[in-house]
C-alpha cells in the first residue's frame, strides 16, 4: 500500500514538471504549485513512515516551497489588483 500511496506522490510531481516543461502550465500558477505541494506532501509522509530522512529533507523542503508560493499567490490574488 505504501508503494502505491509513493507512486501517487511521485506522479504528482513528475506530472507538474512536465506540464512546466511542456509549456502546457507556467511554474507560477496555482496547478503547478498545487501538484507539487500534494506530490511532495505525500512523499513526506511516506519518508517519514518509512524513517528515510534524507528524502524526508528533500521532500518536507519541497512541500514548504510549494506552500510558500501557494500563500503568496493566494495572497496577492485576494490583495486584488
Known sequence: MIQLI??????????????????????TSGRYLALNFAGS???????VVEAQWGFLLLEGVWALISLWGLLRLWRDRAAGP
Not at 509513493?6 to 511554474?27: D, F, I
Not at 506532501?41 to 519518508?47: D, K, Q, R, T
Open 6 to 27: 509513493s507512486l501517487a506522490g511521485s506522479l504528482a510531481v513528475l506530472a507538474a514538471y512536465l506540464a512546466s516543461q511542456a509549456r502546457w502550465m507556467p511554474t
Open 41 to 47: 506532501a505525500i512523499l513526506s509522509g511516506v519518508a
